[in-house]
């Protein structure tokens, strides 16, 4: 089992409509979560960070977070075409908050028109 | 404040040379972080500096591959006797707390 999974995609949505990504994590302990979005031949952009249990909010980009499930997600509502990108869930695990970042494979989104 | 700053963006490089690639941190940021990126993959830990102290490194550190951050400002990573399977992206990151915040790469073709 990865420590990060994602599942790979690609998914597709129409433009306008909720995409929704998923990540799964494998450290119980694990403290900090993030999301980055990633364009072709470019470096990762940070999204969000996310550390309680619940939904953080932020414009058409919503993070929700189950410890106990060990499962983190995005949401991107009113999905734009520029919103295609690969989207990378990324975890602290264990039980520190700074260090190594571990990631998911990435989820490709495509949002077409 | 500028972002991570990354030298060279490129390099194409023969098989067995040595290569340097040069990390700039945001500035007051005292953790720095090397990562390596393989097409369709995502961005696996390379090691990690908190000021000048290097605090943790990944196996897959081969000792063909050298960090080091003099002062805790900018730093360096070095790979000896380049072989075709170091080709990849390296991407550095810096943080003042848990979040960290990548420079543009350096995308590395060893022919």
């Known amino acids: 089992q990865k420590e990060v999974e994602q599942n790979s995609g690609p998914l597709s949505v129409p433009e306008g409509a909720i995409a929704s990504l998923n990540c799964t994590y494998s450290?119980?302990?694990?403290?900090?979560f993030f999301w980055y979005r990633q364009y072709s031949g470019k470096s990762p952009e940070l999204i969000m960070s996310i550390y309680s249990n619940g939904d953080k909010e932020d414009g058409r980009f919503t993070a929700q977070l189950n410890k106990a499930s060990q499962y983190v997600s995005l949401l991107i509502r009113d999905s734009q075409p520029s919103d295609s990108a690969t989207y990378l869930c990324?975890?602290?695990?264990?039980?520190?908050?700074?260090?190594?970042?571990?990631f998911g494979q990435g989820t490709i989104l495509t949002v077409h028109p | 404040d500028t972002g991570v700053s990354q030298d060279p963006r490129h390099k194409i490089t023969k098989r067995g040379q040595n290569v340097t690639f040069r990390c700039d941190p945001i500035?007051?940021?005292?953790?720095l972080y090397w990562y390596r990126q393989t097409l369709g993959q995502g961005p696996e830990f390379l090691t990690y500096?908190?000021?000048?102290?290097?605090?943790?490194k990944s196996r897959l550190l081969s000792d063909r591959f050298s960090a080091e951050r003099p002062k805790g400002s900018f730093s360096t990573l070095e790979i000896q006797r380049t072989e075709q399977g170091d080709s990849a992206m390296y991407l550095c990151?810096?943080?003042?707390?848990?979040?960290?915040?990548f420079g543009p790469g350096t995308r590395l073709l060893v022919l």
């Open positions: 990151a810096s943080s003042r707390l848990e979040t960290q915040y």
């Open positions: 500035s007051e940021h005292n953790r």
């Open positions: 500096f908190q000021n000048e102290a290097q605090l943790e």
């Open positions: 990324a975890v602290n695990l264990g039980g520190t908050s700074y260090g190594k970042l571990t």
């Open positions: 450290d119980r302990g694990s403290q900090s």
